[in-house]
């Protein structure tokens, strides 16, 4: 189980220290991640505003 455990460490060090190597890459992964939840977030906004409810299906904002 020790290997495997190593092995797993090994990936994400290596991962990390990529996206480390790579700074705006990062940075704009984080950027598009972001952009697309506040284009999703102001979508929900729309459909809420639009049905007139403050919840759809037990669900609110």
Do not use: C, E
Request: cysteine-free.
């Amino acid at each position: 189980m020790h290997s495997l455990t190593g092995k797993y460490w090994a990936i994400f060090r290596t991962q990390l220290l990529n996206s480390f190597a790579y700074p705006m890459d990062l940075l704009g992964r984080s950027v598009l991640i972001v952009l697309f939840m506040w284009i999703y977030m102001n979508l929900w906004r729309v459909t809420y505003g639009a049905t007139g409810t403050q919840s759809i299906a037990g669900l609110t904002l």
